[in-house]
């Protein structure tokens, strides 16, 4: 599976952006993808995930609320959604995919960066 993210900016407090992830190169009908995120100097966490097949959804307490992951299966295409950004919110945004019975993310797009100035 091949990921290309996109749709990062520069955006002030209390915004709104969305991001994009276009995969290519597989069905994902047994997958599930994510968005993970990564500030300066601080490890990658977990944003958000949608299972392609079913839509089901899960999101971090950090975004919950503010964010909504979604996907368009006509343009194998999985967005994210965010509003009311936040400083904290600026980061290196990943879009990541793995076969529901995997235990890890084997496949990741490109970051897509994400500044949110106070």
């Known amino acids: 599976v091949q990921l290309q993210a996109s749709g990062g900016g520069l955006v002030q407090a209390g915004g709104s952006l969305r991001l994009s992830c276009a995969a290519s190169g597989r069905t994902l009908s047994s997958y599930i993808i994510g968005w993970f995120r990564q500030a300066p100097g601080k490890e990658r966490e977990f944003v958000a995930t949608?299972?392609?097949?079913?839509?089901?959804?899960y999101y971090a307490d950090s975004v919950k609320g503010r964010s909504t992951i979604s996907r368009d299966k006509a343009k194998n295409t999985i967005y994210l959604q965010m509003n009311s950004l936040k400083p904290e919110d600026t980061a290196a945004y990943y879009c990541?995919?793995?076969?529901?019975?995997?235990?890890?993310?084997?496949?990741w797009g490109q970051g897509t960066l994400v500044t949110v100035s106070s």
């Open positions: 990541a995919a793995k076969v529901l019975y995997e235990s890890s993310y084997n496949y």
């Open positions: 949608i299972r392609w097949s079913g839509g089901s959804t």
